[in-house]
DNA sequence: TAGATTGTTAATCGATTAACAATC
DNA sequence: TAGATTGTTAATCGATTAACAATC
């Protein structure tokens, strides 16, 4: 197990430690060298409470008075959320989102790089996309073997996602991104993590309407 | 308040009971009448009991021993979303992710429309995407009023995103979709969602180390 | 030193699950 | 009818918050 990670971290702190370290990061930016529970919690909406028991998951010790100190703090939270490692991963989906993940320079910024772009569709296979070229889903098994690609991202139409998803899961696949409205069902040994743009939009107009005033009108 | 939603539903449910919408409208497709909770259970990996709970929080009743019926659910399901209005939104960033946003087709089978599309480049000023073209910082608040937008999605480097975030919601925006690493904080009549894929990667990679064997091997 | 901030325990709060009477 | 499935109550489980001694 990873250095600075303690046995097993429930899933809803570890989305919060993804925002401590996004913070941490923001303010070593900005020549910050020391952060404490109530600044983290005060930006980021929560109690410092709830920080501070967050951060006791993590192998990494404040100091009275002072806080924690971000260099150490950011560097513990990048080895507990896999941040310091490269991470090596393909897209299934050459539309026009798989394509923006490509384009994408964010991820390599982060030391994540998309090895390869497939798609079913002959019309797309041969593309260039960046530095990529769109490949068929017939070579996608052994491309993933003999590349030791770690993650899938499956950025198809919900009707293709599970087909997709099996596929990766057979080739050897160790994580799955999930970007369909589709539910995956995949081995234990293979997680998978959902982010749908859909889905978050619905949980939006969901708030939206909740703010509207009884009287039905507009604003 | 809308038809077919009692008070206030708890986020946990609210993210649920988007997955449930998917499923029956899939099952739908499929020529499907009838959904039970042992269904919805184990497609989507919860208990039945769950299933129920959850849609308990919603006005519509399933038939003991058929379960419910699929457009009722669905329709009430949709009501409750918002996903039964034809939302009106901007994307303020033109990079890959926001024109990939206002080319995909998703949305619009949805009812959910891109309005315009903004850029502070004045490079990017100008340039077509789509049946848009992308737009000057300058006209955002104008703009937003004149066609009542409902949503703003912020798909701005992290640097900028608070900045992007406080002009929407000056100019008079009703919630946020936040797809940038930047925590938003805004007045509580503006909700925001988070559908962040780097924050999304970093749980996947969290969770694929822990299941690295204590040897520390490759798979 | 005085007092601000940590780490941790215990209490509270909320979400999930189990159980079962009601029902079609 | 018999029995499968609902809606709901109560029990369990987990997550958040409050409180405070320890400490720098």
């Not at 910024?109 to 569709?121: E, N, T």
């Not at 070229?133 to 070579?139: L, Q």
């Not at 539910?183 to 234990?188: D, E, K, S």
């Not at 939006?204 to 509207?212: D, E, G, K, N, P």
Request: no cysteine; proline share 4%.
């Amino acid at each position: 197990m990873p250095y600075g990670m303690k046995s097993k971290i429930p899933p809803s702190v570890v989305k919060r430690l993804t925002k401590y370290m996004a913070h941490v990061q923001q303010r070593q930016n900005e020549g910050v060298e020391w952060v404490s529970s109530v600044e983290l919690a005060e930006t980021l909406g929560l109690t410092s409470s709830t920080v501070r028991q967050d951060l006791s998951h993590v192998d990494f010790f404040g100091v009275s008075r002072r806080g924690y100190e971000a260099e150490g703090l950011r560097r513990v939270l990048a080895g507990v959320l896999g941040a310091d490692k490269a991470w090596r991963m393909v897209v299934v989906g050459a539309g026009h989102l798989g394509q923006a993940l490509v384009l994408h320079d964010e991820f390599s910024r982060r030391g994540m790089k998309i090895y390869g772009i497939f798609d079913k569709d002959p019309k797309k296979v041969g593309m260039k996309v960046g530095k990529l070229v769109v490949r068929s889903m017939d070579g996608l098994p052994a491309f993933v073997g003999q590349n030791e690609v770690d993650i899938g991202i499956v950025a198809v139409p919900a009707e293709a996602a599970h087909r997709v998803a099996d596929l990766l899961i057979a080739s050897g696949i160790r994580g799955l991104l999930n970007l369909s409205l589709t539910h995956i069902v995949a081995p234990r040994h293979v997680p998978v993590v959902d982010s749908r743009i859909i889905a978050s939009l619905l949980q939006l107009t969901h708030a939206i309407q909740q703010h509207v005033p009884a009287s039905g009108g507009k604003r």
